[in-house]
């Protein structure tokens, strides 16, 4: 049996009582703050006074000393009146800022001419600005006369195949470009030369190379590699943007010189992309019928115009 006995009156609190006692801190709290905003505004406010307390001395100060300075200015101008039998000026102790009347038209001559010295406008101003023709002048400290740029130079060497692309390569410029066919030249050869193909005063040239076709008749993998290593060496020591021209296929020398080609065009592929040097692949266009001699070495009258056209449009592209 269970017995509820009733709970002590002095523990129960009635719900109004309590949002009363809650209002009532509520107010004190609000009452703290705004003795604290009070307290905060007061401060400004001395602030504020003793700040412009501060500043006017320090203004009446600056007013004093503009004041002397104009009255100093006054002093020094002196006025000088006329006189029949003798006049006498007396220059003022301060600097006098002198301007020229003029100054328009040497404004106008300096800048069609680009200077900025007004003794060259002076001397430029006979010409008259009506009419003028436009003039481009160099930056300051240059010349005046314009110099021609110079075109890049190009260089392209190789085996007896170039017999017959000279016209085709060196007719947009003759005095720039040079074709130097080495018959029977193989990959040592081309690097013994090269010193006498590239001048010291070129500045940046393009290098084209074909050369292996002979090389890989004889010599294995291996070996071929070893020329073209040490011809890379030697383009180096030369500031020029070279690019390698793909070894032609060739007829009736065999599966083993054939698969050797392939060898070498694989491999010069990997090393110029490895060595930053540029690679032009030919391709398939030279195993076409009609293309290659009877020796299945050179090219023939056709071949030798596909040959030509491509290695002109490779330099036209490089040059541009």
């Known amino acids: 049996m269970f017995v509820f006995l009733p709970q002590d009156r002095n523990d129960f609190v009635c719900t109004k009582c309590k949002l009363v006692s809650m209002l009532e801190e509520k107010g004190r709290g609000l009452e703290k703050r705004v003795s604290t905003l009070r307290c905060i505004r007061e401060n400004e406010d001395f602030l504020d006074r003793r700040q412009e307390m501060l ?20 002093e020094v101008w002196q006025h000088v009146t006329s006189r029949r039998r003798k006049r006498s000026v007396h220059a003022p102790a301060m600097e006098i800022q002198v301007s020229n009347r003029f100054h328009v038209l040497s404004t106008s001559t300096n800048a069609e001419s680009g200077l900025d010295d007004p003794s060259e406008g002076r001397e430029q ?128 020398k065999g599966q083993g010189r054939d698969r050797r080609i392939v060898e070498v065009n694989e491999w010069l592929r990997r090393w110029c992309r490895r060595e930053g040097f540029g690679f032009f692949d030919h391709g398939m266009v030279f195993q076409e019928e009609g293309v290659l001699g009877r020796d299945g070495l050179h090219l023939t009258k056709k071949g030798k115009s596909i040959f030509a056209s491509r290695l002109a449009n490779l330099v036209r592209r490089a040059l541009n």
């Open 55 to 74: 500043l006017r001395p320090q203004c009446s100060e600056d007013s004093e000393q503009a004041q002397k300075g104009q009255k100093d200015c006054e």
């Open 125 to 252: 101003k006979e010409t008259p600005p009506i009419g003028r023709q436009k003039m481009h002048c160099p930056r300051d400290g240059g010349s005046t006369t314009t110099t021609p740029k110079r075109r890049r130079r190009v260089v392209v060497v190789g085996d007896s195949l170039l017999t017959g692309t000279e016209s085709s390569i060196c007719r947009p410029d003759w005095e720039n470009r040079e074709v130097c066919c080495l018959p029977r030249a193989r990959i040592h050869d081309v690097t013994e030369r090269l010193p006498r193909l590239i001048k010291p005063s070129d500045r940046y040239p393009f290098l084209l190379l074909h050369v292996g076709t002979n090389d890989t008749a004889k010599n294995d993998l291996e070996r071929i590699t070893a020329d073209y290593v040490a011809l890379g060496r030697r383009i180096k020591e030369f500031e020029a943007q070279v690019v390698f021209s793909s070894i032609l296929p060739v007829q009736g």
